[in-house]
């Protein structure tokens, strides 16, 4: 009488590799959108040059400056850029 005993060594792996954390995992972010000002107080345009990006009507558009779809502010004649604080410590940009 012969008694075989077979030594049976199990070992479960995972199925997938590990993915990583969100914070260690950055190619997903977002292009920052450069707001801001952009003519200075006192500077130069010409029509149609970009003084003011924004998010929301933080600045006001005054005379000559026209405000777009995304909230940017552009100047619609040559001239100096002004900003000023209007009624009810509002600020806005004017070309004079």
Known sequence: ????F?????QFFAQKKAGGSAKTNR???????RRGIKKHD???VKSGMIL???????IKAGPN?????????FALKNGKV????GREKKTFVTII
């Open 52 to 58: 003011f990006r924004q998010l929301g009507s933080k």
């Open 65 to 73: 400056v026209g405000m777009g779809g995304d909230w940017t502010l």
């Open 42 to 44: 006192g500077e130069t």
């Open 82 to 85: 002004k900003y000023y604080k």
């Open 1 to 4: 009488m012969i008694k075989k």
């Open 6 to 10: 077979f030594k049976l060594d199990l």
């Open 27 to 33: 190619s997903h972010d977002s292009i920052s959108k």
